[in-house]
């Protein structure tokens, strides 16, 4: 089989990574690729946005199996443009990409299937919202309907905060995506996520994790597309895996699927585990980044058969099996991220870092010039390491982090932490 993943981040390369262990694989190829894909497959320098581009890359390399990595091009339905090529493609429809690509499509589902998630309105004008923030009062959280980057919502504490970010919402500030705004009530507890790999029917089980979203140690400063993740994630016991199975994942398939969209794809629920049980707080429709990093080191199955059972509808008869062990990684970011990451620095010693067997090192934005590594985006590296327990796969992440030499990079220092404080 000849594969085209497309993206470019620490996702696809783990994505790639895994791909080109199955022994389906005839060639692969990934667009436009990092420079740690350079070396495992081949790199397509083609605008992932210009559908017409990747259909024709596609065709010039006889791709049999397109894997889509990225939440703006699942949204912007370049899967059903690739399959309308005739081209099988991994990636869930335009219409089923709502569940993220419309926060009130996802809402209204709730609504109907009896899905608990949180309190809401949805607005279209600004007097209304705030009308409504005002029965509500703080804490409180706002969120810009459409896709804005991960940027678009405010948990905010006070009224004050929530007024001021549905002006920002209104004002412009996230685009197309704030012309219609969400206020939905504040869950309290611990979050995770949870991955299902669905073929439009079946929802097979496929990892937990827990994420890290703010820039700096403690959870503290800006949010950012994820500064680290670790899998499993010992909160989503199975009792509580077994109640969002039946009582968030199962009703959105059949949903779905009743509303003529069935969902094929990466179903990735981000949940608030509350006193009340586990509730819905968004849903993604593709694999988390850093999230995808950590799941794949832990996967025992030949990603592409399972891949290719979801396209076909086949996932009733499959399994996946886990490596017991954790799986944790740390991202290493370029000094300025996430405002304005600073671009062109050398990384050294990224080789030497990996030569553990428990250790992998997915390049984000990297990229190649004259055989020296250098940084070309915000996350740059996404140093992933195996252990024992969460606080042993930390240990050996880490000691692989110090061995790379960059001075103008940075992480976090506490990946993990609540998992290793149980622990302890
Ligand atoms: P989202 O883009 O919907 O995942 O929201 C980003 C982050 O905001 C989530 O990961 C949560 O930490 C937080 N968040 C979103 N909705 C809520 C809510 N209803 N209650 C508490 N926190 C929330
Ligand atoms: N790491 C969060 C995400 O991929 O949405």
Known sequence: MRVLVIGSGGREHALAWKIA??????????????????????NLNIDITDHAAVIAAAREHAIDFVVVGPDAQVVAGLGDDVRAAGITCFCPSKEAGQLEGSKSFTKALCDQ???PTAAYGRFEDEASALAYLYTQGAPIVIKADGLAAGKGVTVAMTVDEAIAAIDDCFDGSFGEAGASVVVEAFLEGEE???????????AL??????DHKRVGDGDTGPNTGGMGAYSPAPVLDEATLSRTISEIIEPTLRGMAEM?????????AGLMLTKDGPKLIEYNVRFGDPECQVLMMRLKE?????LNAAVDGQLAHMSARWRNETALTVVLAAKGYPASPEKGTTIRGVDEAGTDDNVEIFHAGTALRNGALVAN??????????????????????????LIDWPEGFC??????RAVEREG
């Open 260 to 268: 003529g969209a069935p969902f094929t794809g990466v179903l990735y």
């Open 113 to 115: 299937f009896d899905i």
């Open 377 to 402: 985006g915000g996350r740059v590296l996404n140093v992933t390491a195996l252990g024992g327990s969460v606080t042993e796969a930390q240990k050996n992440a880490y000691r692989a982090v110090d």
């Open 192 to 202: 995770a996520s949870f991955f299902c790999l669905c073929d439009g029917k079946t």
């Open 302 to 306: 030949d990603l592409l058969l399972l």
């Open 412 to 417: 976090r220092r506490d990946i993990g932490w």
């Open 21 to 42: 262990q199955s022994p389906l694989v005839d060639a692969l190829f990934v667009a436009p690729g990092n420079g740690g894909t350079e070396g495992l497959a081949t």
């Open 205 to 210: 089980p496929f990892g937990t994790a827990q």
